[in-house]
């Protein structure tokens, strides 16, 4: 395996990316990281009262460790602090570094095959329809006990795809060289097949 090949994965909210690139890196072996996390982690501080420049500028690796990153309220404020250009700048060396550590690195996010990483080896951009993204968010979240409604979690990762996409930092889109996958359709098992034939063609 060569030092550093990085896969990079994409997608909008609820796509199944994270389930996807943890078990590409598993497979390969590959170091992982998930850079919505950060985003959470600011979101989670700005609603604690910082301000998100500050908030992000001073991101430690322990604030990703913070116990509630996972909420729709933090997702909603990653979303809002993710518009910032000066956010998204104090965030950037973190991602690059970890994407050139040497046997390779899987990064997921939103800007990752565009901004991030233009040259990683892999790129992948993971979609599937918005009801069938809230439906998985929806189950995610009762499984772990919180109650919102199903119209109230297909508006929210309505709202956040919009305002990922619409942004002028850093939108979401597939990067030209990106291979899509659309994940509506598939099982887990069957959406992970693919990922790794499309890693594995390029090794
Ligand atoms: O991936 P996740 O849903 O945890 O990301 C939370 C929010 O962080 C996204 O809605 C998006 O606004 C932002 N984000 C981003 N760029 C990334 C990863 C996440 O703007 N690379």
Same mark, same amino acid.
């Given at each position: 395996?060569?030092?550093?090949?990085? &896969?990079?994965?994409?997608?909008?909210?609820?796509?199944?990316?994270?389930?996807?690139? !943890?078990?590409?890196?598993?497979?390969?072996?590959?170091?992982?990281?998930?850079?919505?996390?950060l985003?959470?982690?600011?979101?989670?501080?700005?609603?604690?009262?910082?301000?998100?420049?500050?908030?992000a500028?001073?991101?430690?690796?322990?604030?990703?460790?913070?116990?509630?990153? +996972?909420?729709?309220?933090?997702?909603?404020?990653?979303? !809002?602090?993710?518009?910032?250009?000066?956010?998204? #700048?104090a965030l950037l060396?973190f991602? +690059?570094?970890?994407?050139?550590?040497?046997?390779?690195?899987?990064?997921?996010?939103?800007?990752?095959?565009?901004?991030?990483?233009?040259?990683?080896?892999? !790129?992948?951009?993971?979609?599937?329809?918005?009801?069938?993204?809230?439906?998985?968010?929806?189950?995610?979240?009762?499984?772990?006990?919180?109650?919102?409604?199903?119209?109230?979690?297909?508006?929210?990762?309505? #709202?956040?795809?919009?305002?990922?996409?619409?942004? &002028?930092?850093?939108?979401?889109?597939?990067?030209?060289?990106?291979?899509?996958?659309?994940?509506?359709?598939?099982?887990?098992?069957?959406? &992970?097949?693919?990922?790794?034939?499309?890693?594995?063609?390029? +090794?």
């Amino acid at each position: 395996m060569s030092a550093g090949f990085t &896969v990079a994965i994409d997608g909008p909210a609820a796509a199944g990316k994270g389930t996807l690139s !943890k078990a590409v890196a598993a497979h390969f072996g590959f170091a992982h990281l998930d850079t919505g996390l950060l985003y959470r982690a600011v979101g989670a501080k700005v609603l604690a009262g910082e301000s998100p420049i500050k908030a992000a500028r001073g991101l430690d690796a322990r604030d990703l460790e913070a116990a509630d990153l +996972r909420t729709p309220a933090v997702a909603q404020s990653a979303s !809002k602090v993710a518009v910032i250009a000066e956010v998204r #700048a104090a965030l950037l060396d973190f991602q +690059r570094s970890f994407a050139a550590r040497s046997g390779g690195a899987v990064l997921d996010g939103r800007d990752i095959g565009t901004v991030i990483c233009p040259d990683a080896h892999v !790129k992948l951009f993971i979609t599937a329809s918005a009801q069938v993204r809230a439906k998985r968010r929806f189950a995610e979240l009762s499984a772990r006990g919180i109650e919102d409604s199903f119209d109230q979690v297909l508006a929210d990762v309505q #709202a956040r795809d919009a305002r990922d996409r619409e942004r &002028v930092e850093a939108p979401l889109k597939p990067a030209k060289d990106a291979v899509l996958i659309d994940t509506s359709d598939l099982s887990i098992e069957q959406a &992970v097949a693919q990922a790794i034939a499309v890693v594995d063609a390029q +090794r």
